[in-house]
């Protein structure tokens, strides 16, 4: 069983900077795609920023420019640098793998709440 455990949420004000961590329970080699997902209260989950295991990224377009996704193979975690916040950024921050195959494999962590407030 695949464990992503998220770390760096909490409080900011506008324009402030955070950083989210996802820890994998094993070698992120493994997962095909990894990236950031939020939940905003009363919004469905929506993508933030993904990276392949090739290293090729991309964004929502609401946080282009702002947001940077990276990885540590040698750390097996993945991070989101997050910068210039707004307050629409306020929500709960999930970690996903997925492995592409039959069947996919699709994992989560269990969120982090990020709140952009002053």
């Known amino acids: 069983q695949v464990q992503l455990v998220e770390s760096g949420g909490g409080l900011v004000q506008p324009g402030g900077s955070l950083r989210l961590s996802c820890a994998a329970s094993r070698s992120i080699f493994s997962f095909n795609v990894m990236g950031w997902y939020r939940q905003a209260p009363g919004k469905q989950r929506e993508p933030v920023a993904l990276?392949?295991?090739?290293?090729?990224?991309t964004y929502a377009d609401s946080v282009k420019g702002r947001f940077t996704i990276s990885r540590d193979n040698a750390k097996n975690t993945v991070y989101l640098q997050m910068n210039s916040l707004k307050p629409e950024d306020t929500a709960v921050y999930y970690c996903?793998?997925?492995?592409?195959?039959?069947?996919?494999?699709?994992?989560w962590g269990q969120g982090t709440q990020v709140t952009v407030s002053s």
């Open positions: 996903n793998a997925l492995v592409v195959g039959v069947p996919v494999r699709n994992y």
């Open positions: 990276i392949t295991s090739g290293d090729v990224t």
